[in-house]
């Protein structure tokens, strides 16, 4: 059973056209929801961690929200310097330091 | 300050073949992590060190895996007899401590091409 599930798998965006990310997971005791960034050939790039229902981090034009079941991405006014695939991860209980990732969406904003 | 490093950052091999990886941390980070990127799929839990704690080796997908690191320095990930389902990006990051709350770094990444 997939525990981090990430959606759509690929976005177009116009520049300016805001959006949101969707990253699901299916486990109760979370302990930590994270997102990165990744661009073609690095590694992925830290951006938020989350760690309880009702939490919000913002940075620049990207802000990050956690429910009990799912966490949001949403992106205001992107830019093409935006493009990248955003990943998230779930840190679970009982797994030591194991984090789950998700398969990313790959975002793509025209100028 | 360096961050995460990684060695080589192409490798190409011959099926068979036994490849070795270098990661170099974050100075003073005490946790070390490595994944596993295939193409198109997220990130593959492999092993993760915390100072001299014993390794968390529960991702290793197969005993042909194996890493090493020396105290709280550079970490090598060891594959033996490289079958070409090991093709793949592979990921080493670093965080401070081992409570996992704290930000994991990571490195740039190296790429296995096995043919």
């Known amino acids: 059973e997939d525990q981090v599930t990430q959606s759509p798998e690929a976005l177009r965006l116009q520049e300016g056209e805001s959006s949101s990310l969707n990253c699901s997971y299916t486990v109760s005791g979370l302990r930590g929801l994270f997102w990165y960034r990744q661009d073609p050939g690095k590694g992925p790039e830290f951006l938020f961690t989350l760690y309880s229902a009702g939490e919000e981090k913002e940075k620049e034009r990207l802000k990050a929200t956690l429910t009990k079941k799912e966490s949001f991405l949403h992106i205001t006014a992107p830019k093409p310097e935006d493009s990248a695939t955003y990943l998230c991860a779930v840190r679970l209980p009982n797994t030591g330091n194991q984090f789950y990732f998700g398969t990313g969406t790959s975002l793509t904003v025209i100028p | 300050g360096a961050g995460v490093s990684q060695s080589p950052s192409n490798k190409v091999t011959e099926k068979g073949k036994d490849v070795e990886l270098r990661c170099d941390p974050i100075s003073g980070h005490t946790a070390l992590y490595w994944y596993r990127q295939r193409l198109g799929q997220g990130l593959e839990f492999l092993i993760y060190?915390?100072?001299?704690?014993?390794?968390?080796k529960s991702g290793l997908p197969s005993d042909r895996f194996s890493a090493e690191r020396t105290g709280e320095s550079v970490s090598t990930l060891t594959i033996q007899r490289t079958q070409q389902e090991d093709s793949a990006v592979y990921l080493c990051?670093?965080?401070?401590?081992?409570?996992?709350?704290?930000?994991?770094?990571f490195g740039p990444g190296t790429r296995l091409t096995v043919l």
């Open positions: 990051a670093s965080s401070l401590s081992w409570t996992g709350t704290d930000t994991q770094y």
């Open positions: 060190f915390q100072g001299n704690s014993a390794p968390d």
